[in-house]
């Protein structure tokens, strides 16, 4: 079966759509075959989608796909930055996310952020909610992540500009794929942050800004690519954000924690019975499965785009080479095929049985960290935000009448008052 050449363009769905993009395109199909894989045309080129752990095998299989080229740059730099990790392959992506790996995933060093992270929540509790003053959890985890990011990376600066730099990545990602105002805001802070990271390069080679051993700023120094060469000052700017941003964007995830919570009341009692009895809010695993259903059930990537390395078939169509492969992320976390009863939010899933590790989980990725694209900090991600529900779920508070709706139209989304608190007390 080759790939047709579709006429109909599906660029404009994708925008109008969203998260809805992807059902929308195997629900208008009569092949028996499409809950897998959708021939569309996309970009004015023909493309294939694909979802579930058939497509993840196919999208994680660097000998077929690759990330050079994938993305349109207009989005591609505005989000991860020209030249950085997430467009490159082969050894060149090795090498590179060696950094990443090394900054991320070191236990004692994840622990240290953890901690921190725990005080600055505790910090903004008590010195902001509890003492009278309402406001969104997701504003709130922007600037406790923010900061305690930047601090963990080597980021040193006053609260004011942390806070500035915290907010200013944040709404990177929130208009990186939005038509209309928000995407303009997010090409400027782009610039600005880029900016401000490569003023700050330059002051630490020139040994003007103080460097923590050891810490992503240093890491990020001292890196080396598959040539032999260090990163530019621009390039290793950018790639350092690639480490604070990720992080940031949590927040998204943080509202939709306070949400789950406030609509799954059951959980927020069983967790906050979890935390007296540990005595800590870190690594809670009734709170770390809540997290990991959290990232599942709630729209945050919806696809990812590769380009075919040669002439392939799969699940009958054929791709010719240079073509985009498009793997469907908010379908295969819903995929009935691989979930039982999907569109229900339930932790149990993650409670013991092993799902975490399966290979159609995938909301930071597939593969293997250290040779795939599986996000590195996906460690720091899930610590932080079952943290920041074992921290909500030991707090009384209401809620003020308020949006608590999401928009599946806009990518990404998070509620869109953000989950404000009011009359917030320790239990």
Not at 14 to 38: E, Q
Not at 156 to 169: G, K, P, Q, S, Y
Request: aromatic letters at 8%.
């Amino acid at each position: 079966m080759a790939l047709p050449a579709l006429v109909n363009d599906k660029t404009p769905d994708l925008l109008r759509l969203g998260y809805r993009f992807t059902d929308r395109l195997r629900a208008d199909s009569d092949d028996p075959r499409a809950p897998s894989r959708v021939p569309l045309r996309l970009l004015g080129e023909d493309a294939l989608l694909v979802r579930g752990a058939e497509g993840v095998r196919l999208f994680y299989d660097d000998t077929a796909i690759k990330r050079d080229g994938a993305l349109p740059t207009l989005f591609s730099g505005g989000l991860f930055g020209k030249g950085s990790v997430h467009g490159l392959d082969d050894e060149a992506h090795l090498v590179r996310k060696q950094l990443f790996v090394r900054a991320a995933m070191d236990d004692d060093a994840v622990a240290t952020l953890m901690a921190d992270a725990r005080d600055a929540w505790g910090r903004h509790i008590d010195n902001v909610w509890t003492a009278g003053w309402e406001g969104s959890v997701y504003d709130a985890a922007v600037e406790v992540y923010g900061r305690s990011i930047l601090r963990w990376a080597g980021v040193r600066t006053d609260d004011v500009t942390a806070t500035r730099l915290a907010r200013d990545e944040a709404l990177i990602v929130d208009g990186f794929a939005v038509v209309g105002p928000a995407f303009v805001l997010s090409k400027l802070k782009r610039r600005q942050c880029d900016a401000w990271f490569t003023h700050l390069i330059r002051r630490a080679r020139a040994g003007t800004y103080p460097v923590r051993e050891s810490s992503a700023l240093d890491l990020v120094l001292q890196h080396t690519d598959a040539d032999g060469q260090p990163l530019s000052d621009h390039l290793a700017a950018v790639e350092l954000q690639n480490v604070i941003r990720p992080t940031i964007a949590v927040a998204r995830f943080a509202a939709f924690a306070a949400l789950a919570l406030h609509t799954y009341p059951e959980w927020r009692g069983r967790i906050s019975d979890e935390v007296v009895e540990r005595g800590s809010t870190i690594d809670a695993p009734v709170a770390v499965a809540f997290a990991e259903e959290v990232r599942r059930y709630f729209p945050f990537v919806p696809l990812l785009p590769g380009v075919a390395r040669r002439d392939l078939t799969h699940e009958g169509v054929h791709v010719a080479k240079g073509q985009r492969v498009l793997l469907d992320f908010y379908g295969t976390l819903h995929d009935q095929r691989h979930w039982d009863t999907p569109d229900r939010f339930d932790p149990h899933r993650f409670l013991g049985t092993g799902e975490v590790f399966a290979e159609y989980f995938i909301p930071q990725g597939g593969g293997e960290v250290e040779t795939g694209h599986r996000c590195p900090g996906e460690k720091v991600a899930v610590g932080l935000l079952a943290l920041t529900v074992a921290e909500l779920a030991r707090l009384d508070y209401e809620l003020p009448p308020q949006d608590l709706s999401y928009e599946m139209t806009r990518m990404p989304t998070a509620p869109r008052d953000g989950v404000v608190l009011a009359r917030v007390r320790r239990r």
